[in-house]
T-cell receptor
Framework: AQSVAQPEDQVNVAEGNPLTVKCTYS??????LFWYVQYPNRGLQFLLK??????LVKGSYGFEAEFNKSQTSFHLKKPSALVSDSALYFC?????????????FGTGTRLLVSP | KAGVTQTPRYLIKTRGQQVTLSCSPI?????VSWYQQTPGQGLQFLFE???????NKGNFPGRFSGRQFSNSRSEMNVSTLELGDSALYLC?????????????FGPGTRLLVL
């Protein structure tokens, strides 16, 4: 079965420092990977996705993610964190076995950026 | 384009009642999916509709059902509500529903069952 793991419940970083939110995946076939962010009392906002091609994917709000096939990882990164980046981040993989649009989500990582 | 809209945003029901939630996808999007988000189970897929047909379903009891209309708007219904159905219900839409496409989420409907 397709699955993703987010090993850290929370990541703490000081404003201006680089941040990394980790994600590893397990899939059959080609991985279609996504990152979403959720602010309090809001839905999920799309940040970026990896479908094929360059291993470094650039997304919204200065975020990027690095796809590593050998390590089955898709870590989210940002060179310089902002306090406003504090939110809940979800990694997800498209379930290509059952097909169509179903996303399988990780458990989420809470990012806390301190001033 | 306007984003995905969901109504109502908040809802309080009692056990045994039924509830209907509504979702309007982004204009031109034909695929609509529903997810349930709870602190204990996280984000779980409920079902997906495309061109008025359910084409995928998650592991939820039959009390959870949905439908899609010809204008791509979708509704989900939960009958005989249980306390455990308290959750944030998220709707997401995509244009053609292909595996590489991005799903865009609405703000959700927060359901509280008392």
């Amino acid at each position: 079965a397709q699955s993703v793991a987010q090993p850290e419940d929370q990541v703490n970083v000081a404003e201006g420092n680089p941040l990394t939110v980790k994600c590893t995946y397990s899939v059959s076939g080609n991985p279609y990977l996504f990152w979403y962010v959720q602010y309090p009392n809001r839905g999920l906002q799309f940040l970026l996705k990896y479908i094929t091609g360059d291993n470094l994917v650039k997304g919204s709000y200065g975020f990027e993610a690095e796809f590593n096939k050998s390590q089955t990882s898709f870590h989210l990164k940002k060179p310089s964190a902002l306090v406003s980046d504090s939110a809940l981040y979800f990694c997800a993989v498209r379930d290509t076995i059952t097909g169509f649009q179903k996303l399988v989500f990780g458990t989420g990582t809470r990012l806390l950026v301190s001033p | 384009k306007a984003g995905v809209t969901q109504t109502p945003r908040y809802l309080i029901k009692t056990r045994g009642q039924q509830v209907t939630l509504s979702c309007s996808p982004i204009s031109g999007h034909r695929s609509v999916s529903w997810y349930q988000q709870t602190p204990g189970q996280g984000l779980q897929f409920l079902f997906e509709y495309f061109s008025e047909t359910q084409r995928n379903k998650g592991n939820f009891p039959g009390r959870f059902s949905g439908r899609q209309f010809s204008n791509s708007r979708s509704e989900m219904n939960v009958s005989t509500l249980e306390l455990g159905d308290s959750a944030l219900y998220l709707c997401a839409s995509s244009e053609g529903g292909g595996p590489q496409e991005t799903q865009y989420f609405g703000p959700g409907t927060r359901l509280l069952v008392l």
